[in-house]
């Protein structure tokens, strides 16, 4: 399984295809599902952009406490060693891939930031 950042969602809808093997082993969380769908400009592709993410298995739902716990620890631990991480929303994906135990496909330099202080595994394809 893997879980695709936004970035990853917006390549792979803009510029490359997945293949259907791949999406076999594609999941999503909450907080990619709602950047994902604010980006979508099309209202006629808002519907199917929708039903095509919510047919994926979703890791973090529902959201806890403890998962925005884990995103703060996250920022503010790769904050004191020396990392600029832009988006907490990020730091909330990190929590919910490093809780599931699942990689990270982005294109995205914050992940590869905050996996190299903690546990999370980030892919570069689906190798």
Same mark, same amino acid.
């Given at each position: 399984m893997i879980l695709l950042d936004t970035s990853a969602w917006i390549h792979f809808l803009n510029r490359d295809k997945i293949t259907y093997e791949q999406l076999q082993r594609v999941v999503v969380c909450p907080p990619v599902v709602q950047e994902v769908l604010q980006g979508v400009k099309n209202p006629s592709e808002h519907e199917r952009v929708? @039903?095509? /993410? @919510? =047919? $994926?298995?979703?890791?973090?739902?529902? #959201?806890? #406490?403890?998962? $925005? /716990?884990?995103? =703060?620890?996250?920022?503010?631990?790769?904050?004191?060693?020396?990392?600029?991480?832009? =988006?907490?929303?990020?730091?909330?994906?990190a929590a919910i891939a490093i809780e599931s135990k699942v990689p990270v496909m982005h294109f995205d330099r914050d992940f590869s930031n905050i996996a190299k202080f903690t546990t999370l595994e980030v892919v570069g394809n689906f190798g």
């Open positions: 929708k @039903l095509g /993410l @919510l =047919s $994926f298995p979703c890791f973090g739902n529902p #959201l806890r #406490l403890s998962h $925005f /716990l884990d995103a =703060s620890e996250i920022y503010r631990v790769g904050r004191k060693k020396g990392y600029t991480i832009r =988006s907490t929303v990020d730091c909330l994906i």
